[in-house]
């Protein structure tokens, strides 16, 4: 199996500018978990959702954060108007059951 | 909420050693406990699982406890060598929330 994938695995945008992330999950798992990583705030989870669902999007930091899951092999993570302190590695997992999470290699972004 | 503590933050030792990495968490009703490592700008590699019925895991050189009811777990790496230099976290699970502690950075000096 690839593994999770994501893309693009850097992003350098502008302030203002919209950004999307994405993810393609392991084949065959029914929950996929967004998480921003920062020196500050270290791993946060962002959203997950189960069965392409979403189930807990508490972490989400405000309206400019958006995710959807069309289908059980591709999601996305949207910011729409992006900022300075946006800027961070955002990983996606996916797990199989409420078990064991396996990530993705993780999009840094960049917004100036 | 879930509060993840890691002891130590930072470590080096020299190759060969046995070392304990050890994690606490706040609110022990927990579905498993997972460790992760993590390489300089790189994602997040899942080394083991502890279910909360279980008390230990072992992987190779690896091996996990957890003691549930007092909120700590422990990650024992015996003979380390240069390659397990890495960041390692601790991930307690409520359902399927993990909650991840800052780490502990990791240096094998050959």
């Known amino acids: 199996d690839a593994g999770v994938i994501q893309s693009p695995r850097h992003e350098v945008t502008e302030m203002g500018q919209e950004v999307t992330l994405r993810c393609k999950p392991i084949?065959?798992?029914?929950?996929l978990f967004w998480y921003r990583q920062t020196m500050m705030r270290g791993l946060e989870l962002l959203i997950y959702?189960?069965?392409?669902?979403?189930?807990?999007d508490s972490g989400m930091p405000e309206d400019r954060f958006s995710a959807k899951m069309p289908n059980a092999s591709f999601s996305t993570l949207k910011i729409q108007p992006s900022e300075p302190r946006d800027s961070a590695v955002y990983f996606c997992?996916?797990?199989?059951?409420?078990?064991?999470?396996?990530f993705g290699p993780g999009t840094r972004l960049t917004v100036t | 909420k879930q509060e993840v503590t890691q002891i130590p933050a930072a470590l080096s030792v020299p190759e060969g050693e046995n070392l304990v990495l050890n994690c606490s968490f706040t609110?022990?009703?927990?579905?498993?406990l997972q460790w992760f490592r993590q390489d300089p700008g790189k994602g997040l590699t899942s080394l083991l699982l502890?279910?909360?019925?279980?008390r230990e895991q072992t992987s190779g050189r690896l091996n996990a406890s957890l003691d549930k009811s007092s909120g700590r777990s422990t990650l024992y790496i015996a003979a380390s060598q240069p390659g397990d230099s890495a960041t390692y976290l601790c991930?307690?699970?409520?359902?399927?929330?993990?909650?991840f502690g800052e780490g502990t950075q990791l240096t094998v000096n050959p």
């Open positions: 084949s065959g798992h029914d929950y």
């Open positions: 959702f189960n069965n392409n669902v979403p189930i807990d």
């Open positions: 502890i279910q909360s019925s279980q």
């Open positions: 991930a307690p699970g409520s359902g399927s929330r993990l909650t």
């Open positions: 609110d022990s009703a927990i579905y498993n």
């Open positions: 997992a996916s797990s199989l059951g409420a078990l064991e999470q396996y």
